[in-house]
């Protein structure tokens, strides 16, 4: 009965800014952590960010360190990633999930409900 919905992406230019969202349906979605992770044809997905359970930890890969943040609003059931400065390198279908210890974990593995993914293309 989880379902995640990301919504958000597109295209930007360099520099330029985005913000994701993901909105999930369950009602215990205040007992989740949630990651951001991003894919491109061809290559593993990538851990980008993670919040637990309450909002009062988050964790990012080195490389988005600085110009991404992950925040979520409970009582809107949302997690959001604000993404600045974007770079070509961060070009990816981004995907939300679910993690049901509620920790803020970076293991794909750890996450059992997936969103769809939404696009983001960023030109050079």
């Known amino acids: 009965q989880v379902q995640l919905v990301e919504s958000g992406g597109g295209l930007v230019q360099a520099g330029g800014s985005l913000r994701l969202s993901c909105a999930a349906s369950?009602?215990?979605?205040?007992?989740?952590?949630v990651g951001w992770f991003r894919q491109t044809p061809g290559k593993e997905r990538e851990f980008v960010a993670a919040?637990?359970?309450?909002?009062?930890?988050?964790t990012y890969t080195d490389s988005v360190k600085g110009r991404f943040t992950i925040s979520r609003d409970n009582d809107k059931n949302t997690v959001y990633l604000q993404m600045n400065n974007l770079k070509p390198e961060d070009t990816a279908v981004y995907y939300c999930?679910?993690?049901?210890?509620?920790?803020?974990?970076?293991?794909?593995?750890?996450?059992?409900?997936w969103g769809q993914g939404t696009q983001v293309t960023v030109s050079s």
């Open positions: 999930a679910r993690n049901p210890s509620g920790a803020a974990g970076w293991v794909p593995k750890d996450y059992d409900y």
């Open positions: 369950g009602r215990t979605f205040s007992t989740w952590g």
């Open positions: 919040i637990n359970w309450g909002g009062g930890y988050t």
